[in-house]
T-cell receptor
Framework: DAKTTQPTSMDCAEGRAANLPCNHS???????VYWYRQIHSQGPQYIIH???NNETNEMASLIITEDRKSSTLILPHATLRDTAVYYC?????????????FGQGTRLTINP | KAGVTQTPRYLIKTRGQQVTLSCSPI?????VSWYQQTPGQGLQFLFEYFSETQRNKGNFPGRFSGRQFSNSRSEMNVSTLELGDSALYLC????????????FGSGTRLTVV
């Protein structure tokens, strides 16, 4: 699995957009970029994933660079409940590839 | 629909004892994975079961074992507990055994004293 690099921590003001970067320079052509988050004392929660194109859902947007070596998770209007550790994971999406390798993630703090 | 259910939520055991943790996956999900989370090592994959068979295994000693029943419910067992086994143990279930469809439970917090 490709290695990912994320900043250790970030702060963002409530109501502003939170942009969380992730570097994955060794990503392979068939590997997806997944984002999960973990709110204190809960299990990780799936946010979004993508392969090449930018993606958007009700939670966030995912911007993947053209060379796929980095990506950015965007929370458009951050709320206090978005305070969590955010994990960027690169993985193939095939049956039998259930194992997820979590790095240290980015601790995002939303400030009032 | 009901999420992934882990029991018990909290557990305190003494060093040397053994412990069994339970995970009930989302209805219809056949893949169950287990993870250990500690402050020092972060989230680490333990093993995955699919249709009652262990399909993937992480780098943990043989004291850590698991099984899956015909109804997809899974248990993990840790024997001869050590202080370092204190952790949050998380279970994730998946419909097709792919990362995309993984849903995590809230975990069992095990404290070994």
């Amino acid at each position: 699995d490709a290695k990912t690099t994320q900043p250790t921590s970030m702060d963002c003001a409530e109501g502003r957009a939170a942009n969380l970067p992730c570097n994955h320079s060794t990503i392979s052509g068939n590997e997806y970029v997944y984002w999960y988050r973990q709110i204190h004392s809960q299990g990780p929660q799936y946010i979004i994933h993508g392969l090449k194109n930018n993606e958007t859902n009700e939670m966030a947007s995912l911007i993947i660079t053209e060379d796929r070596k980095s990506s950015t998770l965007i929370l458009p209007h951050a709320t206090l409940r978005d305070t969590a550790v955010y994990y960027c994971i690169v993985r193939v999406d095939i049956q039998g590839a259930q194992k997820l390798v979590f790095g240290q993630g980015t601790r995002l703090t939303i400030n009032p | 629909k009901a999420g992934v259910t882990q029991t018990p939520r909290y557990l305190i055991k003494t060093r040397g004892q053994q412990v069994t943790l339970s995970c009930s996956p989302i209805s219809g999900h056949r893949s169950v994975s287990w993870y250990q989370q500690t402050p020092g090592q972060g989230l680490q994959f333990l093993f995955e079961y699919f249709s009652e068979t262990q399909r993937n295994k992480g780098n943990f000693p043989g004291r850590f074992s698991g099984r899956q029943f015909s109804n997809s419910r899974s248990e993990m067992n840790v024997s001869t507990l050590e202080l370092g086994d204190s952790a949050l143990y998380l279970c994730a279930s998946s419909l097709a055994g792919t990362p995309l469809s993984s849903t995590f439970g809230s975990g069992t917090r095990l404290t070994v004293v």
